[in-house]
């Protein structure tokens, strides 16, 4: 466009230059009387100024045309910046269409993943379902065989309140005895006559203080164990209901389950009697639950700090030891019971993983005394002639009611330097005490059934033994105390002789961090011939 303008310019120039050359000449030959030469001469440049004023023409038309497409050529310019400008924007649309894209790849890459996760995590729920489902039914599993349990307890309450009636009656007819005898001694003693008869009486008399005493022993006995087996009842009742479990499913699934074999579990509490010829001790031992640093301390062998499968294996309760042998791979058995405590999968218990399942780890380690309590009493029982009656007895009750007991022989001292020894034979005891009025059958029973007492005894709360032994001791003085009252001077001659009667008295054991109860049979006291009626107690 440039280059026409100046092509126009250099033109319109050279045409004023020609027409004022002409024009100059045309001057100079008017003055000078130009020839006819100089005028051809001029026509002849009038002619080249024509054809230049052509070409002038033709160049303007040019020109024209040049304009014209040089308007053109803005328009086309203006579009191409338009076009441009359109073609900036739709390459930023693309830009962000291509952000956009990836980050739409992203999120559904994300989803994917997403997706897997909680497919997994559904597989997984699905396992975990069917295993609660699992242990849902081990666990309704477990509370028929406790409500079996219950009802077969309930059965040996009955069995024992029974015996219990028949005891006291027998009790009181003897107590009826023992008074008409001394009754007859006073007269005679007043009448100073029949010396042979007050002989035989005196000595009747001894025999039924003896009789009486041990009686009234077996009848507290029974009556602290009906006490401990009511708070046992009340303990599985309890279990039952906090689990969901209502009344009316308890008697439905009592009704028709039958005897399991259960764990033992919380603290080892024996009541026990022992008997030696006429002369009986009633004694009760509380037996301490030990504690978590104690019984790891008894374990860890090599004193590390820590407790390995092997050391795990070696400690563990006995019966659960049996359990082990019994199913189709031990080794892997006690490995998974192993893994309950070792969180971190270490491959050894440490003191703090203990303690933090630590009821779980008593009860795992807990010395087990059942077999030794069952051997000993079979010891005692068999030399009768209702021993083997009672052994299958008693066998079968252990098997639904274990039991943890100290052996009758062993001993054991505690942190104060005391020992406390119990005795295995309480069922003995009682059957031997009534086979003397009952017969030997009866005795078998009443043996049969104080060891289903105290099985059940043996897993009552702390709270209620020292309950049982503080309203013992208090009913024994009261006895006392209105016996002696009621005896008081009403006899001026007494027995020859003499008597003992069993005193029960409660000792706290104050150096005891669970607070827990010693009762003790501690003293025995003759009695002279004027307190003679104390007997009666």
């Known amino acids: 466009m440039s280059a026409a303008k100046v092509s126009l310019v250099i033109a319109m120039v050279a045409l004023l230059a020609a027409v004022a050359f002409f024009y100059q000449r045309m001057d100079r030959s008017r003055s000078s009387a130009a020839s006819s030469q100089d005028i051809a001469k001029g026509i002849d440049e009038i002619g080249k100024g024509l054809a230049l004023q052509q070409q002038i023409s033709l160049l303007k038309t040019t020109l024209g045309k040049v304009a014209t497409e040089n308007a053109r050529l803005k328009q086309a310019i203006s579009e191409l910046k338009l076009r441009k400008e359109e073609l900036m924007v739709c390459n930023a649309n693309l830009i962000k269409a291509r952000k956009n894209r990836a980050r739409c790849d992203k999120w559904a890459t994300d989803v994917d993943d997403e997706k897997l996760r909680k497919s997994e995590a559904l597989k997984k729920t699905r396992l975990e379902l069917q295993d609660e489902k699992q242990k849902s039914s081990e666990l309704q599993t477990q509370v028929s065989k406790i409500t079996s349990k219950l009802s077969e307890t309930k059965a040996a309450l009955a069995e024992i ?136 301390a008894m374990v860890d062998d090599d004193k590390d700090g820590s407790i390995d499968i092997d050391e795990f294996t070696k400690h563990i309760r006995p019966s659960l030891a049996l359990r082990a042998q019994a199913s189709a791979d031990p080794k892997k058995w006690f490995l998974k019971r192993f893994k309950i405590f070792d969180k971190d999968e270490s491959g050894k218990i440490t003191k703090e993983e203990a303690k933090q399942q630590k009821d779980l780890f008593r009860e795992i380690f807990q010395s087990s005394t059942r077999k030794r309590f069952t051997s000993n009493s079979t010891q005692t029982t068999t030399s009768t002639e209702a021993g083997g009656m009672l052994g299958s007895y008693r066998s079968k009750l252990f098997r639904n009611f274990p ?27 009682l059957g031997g005490l009534f086979s003397s009025f009952l017969g030997v059958a009866a005795a078998a029973t009443v043996r049969a059934v104080a060891v289903a007492a105290v099985a059940e005894a043996s897993a009552a709360e702390d709270g209620s033994r020292r309950l049982n032994a503080d309203s013992l001791s208090s009913s024994t003085s009261s006895r006392m105390l209105r016996l002696r009252n009621r005896t008081k001077g009403s006899l001026s001659t007494g027995v020859e002789g003499s008597a003992s009667l069993n005193t029960t008295s409660t000792l706290r054991d104050s150096a005891g961090m669970q607070g827990s109860s010693l009762l003790n049979v501690t003293r025995r006291k003759r009695f002279s011939s004027t307190e003679g009626s104390r007997l009666n107690a």
Request: aromatic share 4%; hydrophobic share 25%; no cysteine.
């Open 161 to 296: 309140e029974k015996q219990k009636q028949v005891s006291v009656s027998t009790f009181r007819q003897e107590k009826d005895k023992y008074i008409s005898l001394k009754k007859e001694l006073s007269n005679l003693k007043a009448q100073d006559s029949n010396k042979p008869r007050q002989e035989e009486i005196e000595g009747l008399i001894k025999d039924l203080n003896k009789d009486l005493k041990q009686k009234s022993a077996v009848i507290q006995e029974l009556t602290k164990q009906k006490r401990a087996s009511d708070e046992m009842l009340r303990r599985l009742e309890g279990k039952l209901l906090a689990a969901g479990v209502s009344p009316s499913d308890i008697e439905k699934v009592a009704a028709r389950e039958g005897f399991s074999e259960a764990r033992s579990t919380g603290t080892s509490e024996t009541p026990s009697t022992t008997s030696s010829g006429q002369d009986a001790t009633t004694t009760s031992t509380l037996v301490p639950r030990k504690s978590t640093s104690v019984i790891f």
């Open 403 to 429: 039991v943890n007991m100290q052996d009758k022989n062993s001993t054991r001292t505690d942190e104060g330097g005391k020992k406390s020894s119990s005795s295995s034979s309480a069922g003995n005891f």
